[in-house]
C-alpha cells in the first residue's frame, strides 16, 4: 500500500504542476510572442527554481514536511512544473558540499549533453523520417 500511496502523491503532484506549467506559460508567451526569446519557460524555470530553495531550506532548517509530502511537491508538483528546478537543486547541493569539480561537470554534461542530445533526436527524425515538401 505505501507504493501505491507514494505513487498517487507523485502522480497528483505532477499532474497539477504540468497543468500550472500550462497556464503560466501560455499566459506568458502570449504577452510575449513578439520578443523571439522563449520568456514564459524562463520564468517557469526561474519560478520553480525559486520554490524549490524555498521548500528545500524549510525542509533542511525545519524539516516540516512529511516524506509524502515531499514526494508530492519536489518529485510531484514541482518535476510537472519543471525539471530545471530539480536540476539547479542538485547543483547548487553540490556546490554547498564544496564539490565544485562535480557540480561544474554535472552543469557542463546537463546543458551541452542535452543540446546535443535535442540535435540528435532531431537528425535522426530528418535522416530517417524526413519532412515531405
Not at 500550472?20 to 504577452?31: C, E, N, S, V
Not at 526569446?37 to 524549510?58: D, E, M, Q, W, Y
Not at 564539490?99 to 532531431?122: E, Q, R, T
Request: net charge positive; glycine share 12%; proline share 2%.
Amino acid at each position: 500500500m505505501l507504493v501505491f500511496k507514494q505513487i498517487f502523491c507523485v502522480g497528483i503532484g505532477g499532474a497539477l504542476g504540468a497543468i500550472a506549467r500550462y497556464k503560466l506559460g501560455g499566459f506568458i508567451l502570449h504577452r510575449s510572442e513578439a520578443w523571439n526569446f522563449p520568456l514564459s519557460t524562463l520564468c517557469v524555470n526561474l519560478l520553480g527554481c525559486t520554490v524549490i530553495g524555498v521548500l528545500a531550506a524549510l525542509v533542511e532548517h525545519h524539516d516540516i514536511f512529511t516524506p509524502a509530502a515531499r514526494l508530492f511537491l519536489f518529485t510531484g508538483l514541482l518535476g510537472g512544473f519543471t525539471t530545471f528546478s530539480a536540476f539547479a537543486y542538485e547543483g547548487i547541493f553540490l556546490l554547498r558540499r564544496a564539490h565544485f569539480d562535480l557540480a561544474l561537470l554535472y552543469a557542463g554534461v546537463s546543458v551541452i549533453g542535452g543540446l546535443a542530445a535535442v540535435w540528435v533526436g532531431m537528425r535522426c527524425v530528418d535522416l530517417l523520417w524526413p519532412a515531405s515538401h
